[in-house]
């Protein structure tokens, strides 16, 4: 069973940079595996932030980046602001149909 | 502008069936993938099927497969999950999300459905 992995929180001040990550438990990240980006705030729908990779969806701020890095996915913030504090979430696909969804990380801004 | 609304939710006995449905607009349908994705109470997201443009290719997450059907009608611009022989760790808010292209390996993305709760419970 495929098992994606990301930090379970994270924090950033105000103004702040984070990478947040999302590996897998054997074997790297790569470009194959179209790693996409979300974020969800409670009792809200998910909102897509980046997929295939690096690739931003429309309306959402250039702040917001995807990358490859050391084998994992990543999702960087750049000048973090209060209302970034929110779970995210990263989903890898795996070949030959299923897609898999990492626990998500909590961010807080503070 | 792109929307995706999810009906069709409600509570069920263990071993019974439910239909989800999801209405699309604002964009051409029939040109992309579309996923279901759900949420247990409290929990992370988990993916749960995907068909293709034209209905031709699906795949399922390993927990419902051969209990879940996932269908398309392009004429309708909807799409459906078929839950059979539904267990109590079903229960769980069930979105649907369309793709960024046509195939299955296309993530999600775009808007997403508020979602529908179906409860499974004795």
């Known amino acids: 069973q495929t098992v994606v992995t990301q930090e379970p929180s994270f924090s950033v001040s105000p103004g702040g940079t984070v990478t947040l990550t999302c590996g897998l438990d054997s074997g790297s990240v790569s470009g194959i595996n179209y790693a996409s980006w979300y974020q969800q705030t409670p009792g809200q729908a998910p909102r897509t932030l980046i997929h295939?990779?690096?690739t931003r969806s429309s309306g959402v701020p250039d702040r917001f980046s995807g990358s490859l890095f050391g084998g994992k996915a990543a999702l960087t913030i750049t000048g973090a602001q209060a209302d970034d504090e929110s779970d995210y979430y990263c989903v890898l696909y795996m070949g030959s149909g299923p897609w898999f969804f990492g626990g998500g990380t909590k961010l807080t801004v503070l | 502008q792109e929307q995706m609304v999810e009906s069709g939710g409600g509570v069920v006995q263990p071993g019974r069936s439910l239909r989800l449905s999801c209405a699309a607009s604002g964009f051409s349908f029939s040109s992309y993938a579309v996923h279901w994705v759900r949420q247990a109470p409290g929990k992370g997201l988990e993916w749960v099927a995907v068909?293709?443009?034209?209905?031709?290719?699906?795949y399922y997450a390993f927990s419902v497969e051969g209990r879940f059907a996932i269908s398309r009608d392009n004429s309708k611009n909807s799409l459906y999950l078929q839950m059979d022989s539904l267990r109590v760790e079903d229960t769980a808010v069930y979105f649907c999300?369309?793709?960024?292209?046509?195939?299955?390996?296309?993530?999600?993305?775009?808007?997403w459905g508020q979602g529908t709760l179906v409860t499974v419970s004795s």
């Open positions: 068909i293709s443009y034209d209905g031709g290719f699906k």
């Open positions: 999300s369309r793709g960024s292209c046509e195939s299955t390996n296309c993530p999600m993305y775009g808007s």
């Open positions: 295939s990779t690096s």
